[in-house]
């Protein structure tokens, strides 16, 4: 019984537990790794591991570019055509015949004046539903091998 008494319970007590050193700066004391500091000017010996493949994209490294890049050259994609000049013009004069303006044409077609004003100046990639609504909206033919051509309106 009286080794109970010798015997000391510590709680709350953190262990030593040894730090891995990331940069040279940890090493030489310069941070607040006192241990590793005072271990190299003691003498003893503080083991330093670099991380070769650390922090690189391996996917591009050295020939990967040119090879990527050959690779991009072959499977060039041409860029999506741009409307014709000639339906811009075309919806400007139906436009400017009914007296109305881009932002009331936007309106009636229910899209934002921006995209009526990509589609006169030709700007804009050419969508089929947009095309036949501003073909109802302004009377002009936008499609097709006779644009600017007048719609026979259907008479009932």
């Known amino acids: 019984m009286s080794d109970d008494w010798d015997t000391k319970l510590v709680i709350g007590y953190k262990r030593q537990v040894a730090k891995v050193a990331k940069k040279d700066s940890d090493i030489n004391g310069t941070s607040c790794t006192l241990h590793s500091a005072s271990a190299r000017r003691s003498g003893a010996v503080v083991a330093t591991d670099k991380k070769i493949t650390a922090g690189g994209n391996k996917a591009h490294q050295g020939t990967d570019h040119q090879r990527i890049a050959k690779l991009d050259r072959e499977n060039e994609v041409a860029p999506p055509a741009k409307i014709a000049p000639s339906v811009g013009r075309a919806m ?61 309106t259907k008479k009932t």
Request: proline share 5%; hydrophobic share 35%.
């Open 92 to 152: 400007q004069t139906a436009r400017l015949e009914l007296k109305l303006s881009q932002k009331d044409v936007a309106q009636k077609i229910n899209e934002k004046p921006s995209v009526i004003q990509d589609y006169e100046s030709s700007k804009a990639i050419p969508n089929p539903q947009i095309l036949g609504k501003l073909e109802r909206i302004l009377g002009v033919k936008l499609r097709g091998s006779d644009i600017g051509k007048r719609l026979e």
